[in-house]
């Protein structure tokens, strides 16, 4: 079964500090994973995904297969980061185009 | 950029009454997806629906639900006798093809009472 865990319901940083929201995953096969991000009251938007490997908003996220994580990572929080991350794994065998979300993750970034 | 569109943004409907959600996709993508969200719980895949067909669903897909894409432009999802539990948030994507990242819309916000 494929699964997606995200550990943190909230977490809360100060503007500056490092953030890193966590993201592990459950499958027998090789996933593809993304991370999205919904501001209040919009729509999901896509913020990274991993085949890519590149850095969105100072984002950035590796895959780790020993692990099986993929998290998030930014190395100076800004205030606009304030949203919910979502995590989010496609599976890569069977011909399936859904994905399997986590619960998400409130990111709070304080003044 | 061009963005998927949800009407309406929150629909309020009485306990076994038929609601449609729309939703215009991106042009020219292939895929259309439904996925919802209840309150405190996670993003649910609900189904996929490629070249005027369901392509894949889920569990939760049952026979009260339905897709179809009446004209070149619009998806709808169809719930044929809302029951409470399907109070949620909807929310439509497109994909431009086979492997590519869905985008999504705003989400329809669905309150059976």
């Known amino acids: 079964a494929q699964r997606v865990t995200q550990p943190e319901k909230l977490l809360s940083v100060f503007k500056g500090a490092p953030v890193e929201l966590k993201c592990n995953y459950s499958y027998s096969g090789s996933p593809e994973l993304f991370w999205y991000v919904q501001y209040s009251r919009q729509r999901l938007q896509l913020l990274l995904r991993?085949?890519s490997r590149e850095s969105i908003k100072g984002f950035t996220a590796d895959l780790n297969k020993g692990e099986t994580s993929f998290h998030l990572k930014k190395p100076f929080a800004q205030e606009e980061d304030s949203a919910m991350y979502y995590c989010a794994l496609r599976p890569t065998q069977g011909g399936s185009e859904k994905l399997v979300f986590g619960k998400g993750t409130k990111l709070t970034v304080n003044p | 950029e061009p963005e998927v569109t949800q009407t309406p943004s929150h629909q309020v409907t009485q306990m076994g009454q038929e609601v449609i959600l729309r939703c215009v996709p991106i042009?020219?993508?292939?895929?259309f997806y439904w996925y919802r969200q209840i309150l405190g719980q996670k993003v649910e895949f609900l189904v996929s629906f490629y070249n005027n067909e369901i392509s894949e669903k889920s569990e939760i897909f049952d026979d009260q639900f339905s897709v179809e894409r009446p004209d070149g432009s619009n998806f709808t999802l169809k719930i044929r006798s809302t029951k409470l539990e399907d109070s949620a948030m909807y929310f439509c994507a497109s994909s431009g093809d086979r492997g590519l990242v869905p985008y999504f819309g705003a989400g329809t916000r669905l309150s059976v009472l």
């Open positions: 042009s020219n993508h292939l895929y």
């Open positions: 991993h085949i």
